[in-house]
Nanobody
């Protein structure tokens, strides 16, 4: 059974940094996924893609986080390094693993709150 466990959220002041981690179990390794990514959902808004990394290694970022956030991937862990945080980054963050024909899986979400 595939499970994604998140950690690293919390409260931080504007301009600060946080690193989110997503540990995968039940998957051979994350390099075998079609893609792994981070999404977020702010109150009253739809869930949006923040960053993703394809199996080929290409990274994609939302325009709003380019230059501030970095996605990285290990054998069983995906990270999101978030620097220069802004109040508009406040949201629940989710990790995602797309296994293609084996389905798409989500972590449970972690709250990130940036105080101004």
């Amino acid at each position: 059974q595939v499970q994604l466990m998140l950690s690293g959220g919390g409260l931080v002041q504007a301009g600060g940094s946080l690193r989110l981690s997503c540990v995968a179990s039940g998957i051979i390794n994350l390099f075998s996924c079609e893609s792994v990514g981070w999404y977020r959902q702010a109150p009253g808004k739809e869930r949006e893609l923040v960053a993703a990394k394809t199996r080929g290694g290409t990274s994609n970022y939302a325009d709003s986080v380019k230059g501030r956030f970095t996605i990285s991937r290990g054998l069983n862990t995906v990270y999101l390094q978030m620097n220069s945080l802004k109040s508009e980054d406040t949201a629940i963050y989710y990790c995602n693993a797309d296994l293609g024909a084996r389905g798409t899986y989500w972590g449970q979400g972690t709250q990130v709150t940036v105080s101004s």
